[in-house]
Nanobody
């Protein structure tokens, strides 16, 4: 059974850097698009960044120019480097991946369990 396992959340001060990681594990599969989304209390889940298998990257307006997303196809991992974090970056961050399991021809979306990021002085 495929799972997305996230790590790296925590408490950080404004202006600092934090790195999140996510690994797809379990079974035999191919990972297509991967990404990060976040949800702050009382708000809808929003796009942070996505990266295709071919390394095409897309960022949400709120993080453009501050966050960097990259992946390692060989390890089925995605990472998010959060530079110059702001108070408004506080949220639960979720990893997402479109995965094609062995024996099927279509991709299915998977979500990680979420990791809390708190920016506070």
């Amino acid at each position: 059974q495929v799972q997305l396992v996230e790590s790296g959340g925590g408490l950080v001060q404004p202006g600092e850097t934090l790195r999140l990681s996510c690994a797809a594990t379990g079974g035999t599969f191919r990972v297509n698009d991967m990404g990060w989304y976040r949800q702050a209390p009382g708000k809808q889940r929003e796009l942070v960044a996505t990266v295709s298998r071919g390394d095409a990257r897309n960022y949400g307006d709120a993080v453009q120019g501050r966050f960097v997303v990259f992946r390692d196809n060989a390890k089925n991992t995605i990472h998010l480097v959060m530079n110059k974090v702001k108070l408004e970056d506080t949220a639960v961050y979720y990893c997402h991946a479109q995965i094609v399991n062995a024996g099927v021809t279509y991709a299915r979306g998977y979500w990680g369990q979420g990791t809390q990021v708190t920016v506070s002085s």
